[in-house]
């Protein structure tokens, strides 16, 4: 790797750290899942610095294209985050959807109350013995 590369993408990695610290502050991310992209710059931003390392381990272990190693790497990374997401989402509209039906039943309750409460009070003899 060149070492223009190399600094296109320490730079690249900075503006993505900055960013990323940026929507936390914002509060347009949470922490917990702030801790994992900063982690993910870091790894990037090391990552032309052993690069010299990883493809001569890469080439020792059999792989012929370290790249398209990387790029692997990568894919199966995405596709953790996407099912990490679609857990979250799943156990979201769970939750989102036994609230809904436990503010239903609430309501129907409230209601039943209500309507018993009328009626009590129109069977309810006048306090006042009827003279007004």
């Known amino acids: 790797m060149s070492l223009e590369v190399r600094i296109i993408v320490f730079l690249i990695t900075l503006v993505w750290i900055a960013c990323v610290l940026r929507m936390v502050r ?3 991310i949470w922490e917990r899942y702030a801790i994992f992209w900063v982690y993910l710059g870091f790894a990037v931003l ?4 052993a690069v010299d390392v990883t493809d001569r381990v890469l080439m020792g272990i059999g792989v012929d294209q370290p790249p398209n190693f990387y790029f692997l790497v990568g894919i199966l990374g995405i596709l953790l985050i996407l099912l990490q997401s679609s857990v979250e989402i799943t156990t979201l509209v769970r939750r989102s959807r036994d609230t809904v039906q436990e503010l239903a039943i609430l309501e129907e309750r409230v209601h039943r109350l209500e309507s018993e ?3 009590a009070r129109r069977a309810q003899p006048d306090a006042t013995g009827g003279k007004t």
Request: without cysteine.
């Open 26 to 28: 914002n509060r347009r």
């Open 117 to 119: 409460l009328q009626s």
């Open 46 to 49: 090391l990552m032309p610095l």
